[in-house]
């Protein structure tokens, strides 16, 4: 898709850009495309990029040297993610690895060309402030449920999230549409796969979601709410 400086007025660090700005941006970046399961960096490697997600779906996991992942965040369309480089001139690495959960694109901008944006733009350093504040309050919060709630309400949390981040109408079910693997809801909730099976399945049973391959149906999302508040 060809992008202009309307499109990226969409993402948060770039609101208060001028035209002439974002023009230049897009004059120095590059596109890059990748099939669902590709990787557009890997956790470890030099941060010589920042991007920005134009189409599609992208997680960014953590891995322990066990193997073990944990789902950090989902990144959906005009949101930047890996931008460790810009802000650090230290040899920065990406502190995680960004898959796609399916076909995307990107815009790739190098760290040191948005660095050097940053020494006379203001705007830029204070939309960078605003998006890691969203990223530190998200963690907050995921910190405080798996502190504070069952496994139960925190699966449930993470459903609800999804269906206002990135829920379509099902063609086929009178519900939204989820394009996770239970893998994946796993991930984000600190959990097992097993243990995440377990309570979809019993979730299923009960009419409250539907399962498929790489998907999940939630049909009653107000019995979901009831589960996070120890209700259900």
Do not use: C
Request: overall charge negative; glycine content about 6%; hydrophobic content about 40%.
């Amino acid at each position: 898709m060809n992008v202009s400086p309307k499109d990226l007025k969409q993402v948060v660090v770039f609101q208060q850009a001028t035209d002439d700005d974002l023009q230049l941006i897009l004059k120095n970046s590059i596109t890059r495309s990748m099939e669902e399961g590709g990787f557009f960096f890997l956790q470890g490697d030099e941060a010589t990029y920042l991007y920005i997600l134009t189409s599609g779906q992208v997680k960014l996991m953590q891995s322990n040297p066990h193997g073990q992942q944990v789902n950090l965040r989902t990144i959906y369309p005009w949101e930047m993610f890996g931008a460790l480089g810009a802000v650090r001139n230290d040899g920065a690495t990406y502190p995680a690895t960004a898959q796609t959960l399916e076909d995307s694109t990107v815009l790739a901008v190098p760290s040191l060309f948005l660095r050097s944006m940053l020494e006379t733009r203001p705007y830029l350093s204070f939309g960078l402030m605003n998006l890691m504040t969203s990223y530190i309050q998200e963690i907050q919060s995921r910190y405080r449920e798996l502190a504070t709630e069952k496994v139960e309400q925190r699966v449930a949390n993470a459903l609800i999230r999804l269906v206002g981040q990135a829920g379509i109408k099902s063609e086929k079910e009178a519900g939204i549409e989820l394009s996770f693997s239970r893998q994946d809801v796993a991930e984000m909730t600190g959990t097992t796969l097993y243990t995440v099976s377990r309570l979809l399945s019993d979730w299923e049973r009960k009419g409250i979601i539907k399962t498929g391959r790489e998907k999940i149906i939630v049909l009653k999302p107000h019995d979901l709410v009831q589960i996070t508040e120890g209700s259900a």
